[in-house]
């Protein structure tokens, strides 16, 4: 079993940057690709960016290529996504999500696993 806990949320200008950390329980979290997800308002939860188990290969939604970046620490059970040049259109609560797929498979499902989420609110 695998618990994420999802911080770094809030409110930022757009233009402005945010980093969202995911902290995950259970040793197994190490072998579970992870990713993010949104869902803005009045949408549904779409796919953001995911990473493999070892962190060598990424997955990016076209909206966010060249802004976020996805990273991991195996060491400290954490995943994080570097958010920059925020657009209001990014504003959305954003999950943290795991599970035993591949970072390519999460680019169209989630994995078991998903966080509680953490609002991100850009002002224009």
């Known amino acids: 079993q695998v618990q994420l806990v999802e911080s770094g949320g809030g409110l930022v200008q757009a233009g402005g940057s945010l980093r969202l950390s995911c902290a995950a329980s259970?040793?197994?979290?190490?072998?579970?690709?992870a990713g993010w997800f949104r869902q803005g308002p009045g949408k549904e939860r779409e796919f953001v960016a995911s990473?493999?188990?070892?962190?060598?290969?990424?997955y990016y939604d076209d909206s966010v290529k060249g802004r976020f970046t996805i990273s991991r620490d195996n060491a400290k059970n954490t995943v994080y996504l570097q958010m920059n040049s925020l657009k209001p259109e990014d504003a959305a609560v954003y999950y943290c999500?795991?599970?035993?797929?591949?970072?390519?498979?999460?680019?169209?499902?989630?994995?078991?696993?998903w966080g509680q989420g953490t609002q991100v609110t850009v002002s224009s």
């Open positions: 259970g040793r197994t979290f190490r072998s579970y690709a």
């Open positions: 999500n795991a599970g035993l797929r591949t970072a390519e498979e999460l680019t169209r499902r989630g994995g078991n696993y």
């Open positions: 990473i493999s188990a070892g962190g060598s290969i990424t």
